[in-house]
């Protein structure tokens, strides 16, 4: 016999874990899709001259981006850390690095958080921004409209006559509900007499934006319902710049968040005493994961933030 | 699963010597994302291709730094060019292929809005120097300065 002697078997593939050769054929394939993200927006940043730079305007803070690629340093430093622990069978140590990572990857999302609160209370999302003065007062009358709420009411008050007349539906329920929007309207006369001129010089495209703004300021001080309406104002190529702000950070985001998922079990599974050697390459491939999610942040820092 | 067991005790023979590396990439990070924003502040909004290329530069390098180090890939064998050669030309190729749209712009601005802002620009450069402005174009909503 001979199986003493025998030369051991061949092994085909590349000589790693087949965990870890999935990720990076993964990590393959995430490269040529944010390439293809990045790729666009260079287009289309390029091909757009006056694209909104100004930090006033945009209300993206160099210093949120910067504080984040920070706080993303770090968690790719720590998430190392708890892969060499893991190395070193030390599990203790590897769980507290993992859960530092995980409080800095939640530090991240804050702060992503906060800048999405700025864009969304400004406005500036896709399809919402002004473009031109014309685009600026029709949406000043749009969302003056909606604070009164006096188009719904009055559209509905026709709706109801208009079934009265057709003689549908129950005429005493008919009749109470017009009852009701008949008040909320003659409730709100005062607020709809104070509008109204601003509300039918847009109509009539008769005021500049500087003249809205005054109208507007001297409307919210006197009634809180126009609290929530948007000083008029124009962003140009707004429209496509929180189009391609919100693909890219939004598509990052997503990625933390897978990445903060993994982390959580690795954390379950330390915190519980169950981390053992078989999950190093889980380790491995979480913290590879987790460098990919560095990468993609250090080019969108500059290219979102600086340039 | 042996696979791992030998992926670990080659991790854990260089574990060690990997602990200072780290440290120096973390600080070479932190101040290569500081230059980024240096850069920013000194350039004052002006020249932003010099920027672009100066901030793409540095991003490159960072980019370059996690790769080697803490995706460990200066100390894989040989399979990582195997691997990451497709994905790196392909990206590499988009890129040079998104080139000439970057570059060059085949049409004129004729899009409305920028049609209605240089209309507006036009009008506040005849206000300035005195002319009356009745009647030359520009409509009452081009009136409105473009606010940033």
Redesign the interface.
Known sequence: MTHGTAAPALKMG????????GM??FL??E??FF??FI??Y??LR??S??W???P??THIR?WAG?TN??VL??S??SV??A??A????DFRRATKWIGLTLTLACVFLGIKSYEYYGKFSHDILPNHVA???????DKLAREMDAATGLPALKAEQNNIKQLQALGQGNEEVLAKRLEGVDKQIADRAEIEAAYKPLREKIKA??????E?REALAKLQEKYPQFAGVHDP?????GNIFSSTYFLLTGFHAIHVLVGMLMFAIILWRGLSNTLT??H??LV?NA??YW??V??VW??L???I??? | ?T???V??QT??AE?HS??GQ??L??YA??VL?AL??I??LAGG?KG?IV??LI??T??CF??LF??MY??HLKF??K??Y???A???V??IA??VA?GP???M?YYD?QV???T??AQ?ALHDAHGEAGHSEAGQGA??????????
């Open positions: 590349v000589p790693i874990p087949n965990g870890k050769l990076w054929l393959g394939t490269i040529m390439t293809a790729g666009t260079i287009v390029m091909g001259p006056g909104p730079t100004d006033e305007v160099v910067g690629t920070f340093i770090c790719s430093v190392v850390l892969h060499e893991m190395a070193m069978l473009e031109s003065p014309t685009q600026a007062l495209q008769n005021i500049t934006l500087p809205s104002h124009v962003i140009l190529y050697t078989e190093a390459v491995e913290g590879l460098h990919f560095d990468l250090i080019f820092f500059p290219l933030y600086i340039i | 699963m696979d791992g067991h992926s670990g991790h854990e574990a990997h602990h780290y440290l990439v973390f990070l932190c994302t980024s924003v850069a920013d909004g932003r920027l672009a901030v793409l540095i991003a960072k980019a996690v790769m803490f995706m894989e064998g399979w990582k195997a691997l990451l497709p994905t790196g392909l990206a988009l890129m998104l749209d970057i570059g712009h601005q409305p809005q920028v209605e802002e507006q409509d009452a909503h081009g009136k409105a300065p473009a606010e940033h």
